[in-house]
């Protein structure tokens, strides 16, 4: 399976940028109180709090910051209550979109991202769900191992899939192999550029020149609203447009 088609790469440059702003911070917390609040404070046997955690310190969120986090969603400190949300729709040329988001408001979240679709040539409505699957996804530069040695060794921890795309190998997981399979390529010495629960594509969709531009555009400012936490999409991103974002 190869699905994430430079998105989830464009997305962690983004992070970078977002960083600096602290709306990367921000965003991590709340997905760190949002999992502690469903599953509970124990990393151990919360699988969705461990990649929070593992996302915000990977991001240099502070110590203190991820614990206040924790204890918020675990109600040990007062907070904000969120909720999580998926919201589906379709973006220009018939692309599937799926937002995550963590809010506080749903009716002016709802609000905000229906007007966005909108503006942005597409509509916030239908089902599209069915078309994307759970996943761990992990990615490897082609350069740090041969592709015999990371099969074998991703495999017998318990990954689905490897496949290589230009220079980067793309690992799956079911999400509760994720955590096993990212141990063994640290243990090995190997530290992924992509290391993430997402939902990725059953199938992609193609776009070139102004079509995939207008796309792109839509995704990016979807995932640039302070309530959303994850932008999915079947849209395969050309190599020059993701290049681009480098």
Not at 14 to 31: H, I, M, N, Q, R
Not at 46 to 54: E, F, I
Not at 120 to 147: C, H, N, P, Q, Y
Not at 186 to 212: C, H, N, S
Request: glycine content about 8%.
């Amino acid at each position: 399976m190869s699905g994430h088609s430079h998105w989830a790469t464009i997305k962690h440059k983004k992070a970078a940028t977002d960083a600096k702003k602290g709306k990367l911070f921000s965003k991590l917390a709340k997905d760190i109180i949002m999992a502690a609040q469903q599953g509970g404070g124990d990393l151990d046997a919360n699988y969705s709090l461990r990649a929070a955690v593992d996302a915000a310190k990977a991001a240099n969120v502070p110590k203190d910051n991820i614990e206040r986090a924790i204890k918020r969603g675990t109600g040990e400190l007062p907070g904000v209550t969120y909720e999580r949300l998926t919201y589906e729709g379709y973006g220009p040329h018939g692309i599937a979109i799926l937002v995550e988001v963590l809010t506080d408001s749903r009716n002016r979240t709802a609000a905000e991202l229906r007007k966005i679709f909108s503006q942005r040539g597409g509509k916030m409505e239908g089902s599209v769900a069915w078309m994307f699957e759970a996943k761990g996804l992990l990615t490897v530069a082609a350069d740090a191992i041969t592709e015999d040695e990371l099969m074998e060794l991703v495999l017998n921890a318990g990954a689905d899939d490897l496949v290589r795309t230009n220079g980067t190998y793309e690992v799956t997981t079911t999400p509760t192999e994720f955590h096993k399979v990212k141990q063994a390529l640290t243990d090995k010495g190997l530290t992924p550029g992509v290391a993430e629960l997402t939902r990725l594509p059953k199938d992609l969709i193609k776009l070139e020149g102004d079509a995939a531009q207008k796309a792109l555009n839509l995704l990016e400012e979807l995932e640039d609203h302070d309530d959303v936490q994850n932008v999915y999409t079947n849209f395969d991103v050309p190599a020059d447009l993701a290049a681009a974002k480098e």
